[in-house]
């Protein structure tokens, strides 16, 4: 088999020069987009910019031809669509996901010991818990008042924040820890968040705790029984930055899966006037297995195109059903590059390499294949001349050796409306740490296939 290049060693000025604008973008809407109300947030006010409307007006003005519509689901997903000639005839779309691994705080988190003020939390999604210690950590937030009012928290993100902290213990008393399995060696409930010290100008029982809530509750009118029904974050205070001496890699915390949800939003930005309907979908809760009813199972995708569908006057199931099977489906959403110093869990035939393209996985799952969508040959077919036509550099990768472990997406639920699903995303490094890396080529291939695919691909 020929040795492939680098995207590096196939592009021209022009375009080594799109992908550091690109990627500047891109790093700006990370460090904006730090959870998924968040990120949901800044792809609406982009979209708006870009005119696009509400599904709410666009029902009361009657939807027509090249018309651009959002749907925010409950703040934490969203859907940007640009219609094409008739939605019975299926969909362009791209899916990718805004949530990423992190900490919540539990409902009853704060409390007082050894003259410090810290919070439990519960981690979320697939990490390695010791990564978590010893790292500068933001903490965001969203709860409703007892007066009603709506009440967003972000604190360590600005140069002049604070941060928060979790300890771990000191090598010169670590035997102990050393000797238990790198997956046990930091227990959960040992990530607690140090929130607060000083006891000065108090002298109650718990000095600083009670410190600590005077602060939330002079700043933000956040009583300490609010944490029950609230939603706080803890993520890395790192901002995106550029790595290496020539700037080529980007690491940040959250790429998975936002370097595709970025994409996918520059890509659906970019639609004009498509022959079929274009869709970019923004979901959340895949790193837990995509539940709730703001993820990629729940039926608020579906129940736009039933309401898109029943305002032309002659609605019914089977349209609905027939504009899902009849879709073509790119499931944006990141992949394992090779990594050298782990070169035991890659098999070197059939992994995607860094700075090589975006990656076109026919199948993910563990072992076996479990839990895969594995992608038809026709479908894939067509993809490979669409981008090889429009010079989309692209490579294909599995998810390390078969055996070694494992991982899904979304692509199986899309899948099992009858639609052709494959996934499509971005080679990284050090998936699911706090701070991950990746190359802008390959960030910048990335959009440039879903571009090409939300506008031409039929």
């Known amino acids: 088999m020929e040795k492939s290049k680098s995207v590096w060693q196939q592009i021209d000025a022009n375009t080594n020069k799109e992908i550091f604008e690109y990627s500047e973008k891109y790093k700006s809407f990370l460090d904006k987009a730090k959870t998924e109300r968040l990120a949901t947030q800044e792809i609406i006010r982009q979209a ?10 666009a029902l009361k003005k009657g939807i027509e031809k090249n018309d651009k519509i959002y749907l925010n689901n409950k703040n934490k997903s969203a859907v940007l669509m640009v219609m094409g000639d008739n939605l019975e005839e299926g969909m362009n779309i791209v899916g990718s996901h805004l949530d990423a691994p992190r900490l919540d705080l539990k409902a009853n988190p704060i409390y007082e010991q050894a003259d410090m003020v810290l919070a439990k939390t519960h981690y979320y999604g697939g990490i390695k818990k ?80 009670t410190s600590v809530l005077k602060y939330l509750k002079d700043n933000y009118n956040l009583d300490e029984d609010d944490f029950k029904v609230a939603e706080f974050e803890i993520v890395p205070a790192a901002k995106a930055r550029d790595v290496g001496f020539d700037r080529a890699m980007i690491a940040a915390h959250g790429q998975d899966d936002r370097v595709c949800s970025f994409a996918n939003l520059e890509a659906i930005l970019n639609v004009d006037n498509p022959k079929l309907t274009a869709v970019g979908l923004f979901v959340d809760k895949e790193e837990i297995g995509s539940v709730g009813n703001t993820s990629m199972k729940a039926k608020f995708f579906e129940n736009m195109v039933a309401e898109i569908l029943a305002s032309k006057g002659n609605y019914s199931d089977i349209l609905l059903r027939r504009a899902m099977e009849k879709s073509h489906v790119l499931s944006a959403d990141v992949t394992a590059a090779y990594d050298p110093d782990h070169d035991y869990a890659f098999e070197k035939l059939n992994t995607a390499l860094v700075g090589h393209g975006v990656t076109m996985s026919k199948y993910t799952g563990s072992r076996g294949k479990s839990g895969s969508n594995d992608a038809n040959p026709e479908f894939l077919a067509k993809l490979r001349n669409l981008f090889n036509k429009n010079k989309v550099i692209w490579q294909t990768g599995e998810l390390g050796k078969v055996d070694q472990g494992g991982g899904g997406t979304i692509a199986f639920i899309l899948a099992e409306h009858g639609a052709e699903v494959v996934d499509m995303g971005t080679a990284m490094l050090s998936m699911h740490a706090p701070v991950e890396l990746l190359s802008k080529a390959d960030a910048y291939m990335t959009y440039k296939a879903y571009e090409v695919f939300l506008n031409q691909f039929e």
């Open 130 to 209: 010791f990564q978590w210690p010893t790292i500068q950590l933001a903490l965001h937030g969203y709860f409703i008042d007892k007066d009603g009012n709506e009440v967003n928290v972000s604190i360590g993100e600005k140069d002049d924040d604070p941060v928060f902290y979790i300890n771990d213990i000191l090598p010169h008393l670590g035997a102990t820890q050393n000797e238990k399995k790198l997956s046990e060696a930091v227990p959960a409930e040992s990530l607690n968040v140090v929130l607060g010290h000083s006891s000065y100008g108090v002298s109650d029982e718990n000095p600083i705790k």
């Open 48 to 57: 708006k910019e870009k005119g696009f409307i509400s599904l709410e007006e």
